[in-house]
């Protein structure tokens, strides 16, 4: 069996995975580079040839892990997209949301890139390709085995986002298993990560295999103290967010406090189409929920609503909050702050000290979210300096990925005398003390590939 990396090896994003064993080519994932420009000028790479992959297997509809599926498409790949029927809903609107935006900043790009002079960027795929890759899909169960000539393969709840999987694999006669993203415990809208099975191979994520997470309780408290504070300023909040779960999650948090009277009198602005969008999912896939959420989701019908809260998902929308001064949570796309709605607010709001940004994910490297949280005093945003002044916070309890001990705890359930662990979607200064304590602790062989390399097993 042999595996070679192309994404998410000593970088976070791009994960895809060719597996090649008993004469039959497979991806695990085939998700988009994402954060800085570097990073990004790597998606229309591969080490292969698409209409040589036989088929896909998908853990998830992050971008960064299904985003590069049209592009496959496009060049060639004729095969099936097994994933569960939820991560497939997910699927088609993160890819046709990836499509427009792509088109958009393509476009904005290429007439800089004219002036000055370089030759303009070719789209990756377009709106088209996307639909072209709905027929590919393959809708599967969680928990029930799945054979494609030699391989065996089936789907637990990696309780990530919803109907997020990791996913177990026979073929020949080694038990290979792929982390997908491990999910962070104790959440409330989905189910914790079910217990891996022991394999013989496991490639595990290490998104923040270095890192320890406040309990989610804690990060509620400090979310609430943050609030409170800036409205008490005259200021509002920002929440620069990924429009899959986290959103979300915010949104359910706010409903409590309205509901337990601890949310002042605002307005609370959902500006993201696709994480409106999304929201709506959630309803159709209750297999997925905890079981505090159905009930309340059978008893009401909804789990989001409150009545501060309005959904704004035409352009004239969004730019009207800005006109808005009061009292106001504003939760926009995108959760770097690469692109999206959130650019105009950081823009209008980042340099009034009322303000405050708060961050609930994962800031690449590159990216202005990463720049804000690292301390930056001003920033650069469509083009113009804006100064840093409003209060910045990152409370990572809100994350959607296990940390450190989460990650060794699944880790440990999942190996066995001799298991070969291999570290993907990380950058280096998460990976290496993750290795030194699985080396240490587990006394387990330890692989960091580089990207585009092969390891044999």
């Known amino acids: ?47 292969f040839d698409p209409s040589e992959v036989d088929f896909v297997i998908l853990s998830h509809g992050h971008l960064d892990h299904c985003g590069r599926l049209p592009y496959l498409v496009k060049k060639g790949f004729n095969g099936k997209i097994y994933a569960t029927s939820g991560t497939v809903d997910i699927a088609h609107l993160i890819l046709l949301d990836a499509a427009q935006v792509q088109e958009e900043h393509v476009k904005t790009a290429n007439r800089k890139r004219l002036r000055e002079g370089k030759k303009p960027k ?117 929440i620069p967010t990924f429009a899959l779960e986290r959103a979300q999650d915010i949104l359910y948090i706010l409903k409590n406090m309205y509901e337990k009277g601890e949310l002042p ?12 969008s999304v929201t709506k999912t959630f309803r159709k896939h209750p297999e997925c929920l905890e079981d505090k959420v159905l009930r309340e989701l059978k008893e009401r019908g909804d789990i989001f609503s409150f009545p501060y809260l309005e959904f704004t998902r035409t352009v004239e929308e969004s730019k009207r909050i800005n006109d808005y001064r009061g009292r106001a ?34 800031q690449a490297e590159g990216t202005l979210g990463r720049a804000i949280v690292e301390g930056a005093k001003k920033v650069k945003v469509f083009n113009e300096i804006v100064a840093v002044k409003a209060s910045v916070y990152t409370i990572n309890g809100f994350s959607s990925h296990a940390d450190g001990p989460q990650l060794f705890e699944w880790l440990r359930r999942a190996s066995k005398e001799n298991t070969e662990v291999v570290l993907v979607h990380g950058e280096e200064s998460s990976m290496e003390p993750f290795a030194l304590e699985v080396k240490g602790k587990l006394q387990l062989p330890v692989y960091m590939p580089e990207l585009y390399s092969t390891l044999e097993f």
């Open 122 to 238: 070719e789209l990756l795929y377009t709106v088209d390709d996307v639909f072209d890759t709905f027929s590919h899909f393959t809708r599967c169960e969680f928990n029930r085995w799945y054979s494609v000539g030699p391989v065996k393969f089936r789907f637990h709840d990696a309780g990530h986002i919803l109907c997020s999987e990791f996913i177990e694999l026979e073929v020949e006669g080694k038990r290979l298993l792929f982390s997908g993203d491990v999910g962070n415990r104790g959440k409330p809208l989905i189910r914790d990560p079910e217990p891996p099975p022991k394999a013989d191979v496991v490639l595990i994520e290490t998104t923040y295999a270095s890192r320890r997470h406040k309990s989610f309780e804690e990060s509620v408290r400090e979310f609430k103290e943050v609030v409170l504070s800036t409205f008490e300023r005259g200021g509002s909040v920002l």
């Open 265 to 276: 009198p605002c307005r609370v602005f959902l500006d993201s189409p696709l994480a409106i």
């Open 1 to 47: 069996m042999r595996i070679t990396f192309n994404g998410a090896a000593r970088v976070v994003t791009g994960s895809c995975h060719l597996v090649e064993a008993g004469g039959v080519r497979f991806l695990l994932d085939c998700g988009l580079f994402q954060g800085s420009e570097e990073l990004e000028d790597l998606n229309p790479k591969f080490t």
């Open 329 to 362: 949570i504003i939760i926009a796309g995108n959760g770097m702050c690469t692109g999206g709605r959130i650019l105009h607010h950081i823009k209008h709001r980042i340099w009034d000290p009322r303000n405050s940004i708060v961050f609930v994910g994962y």
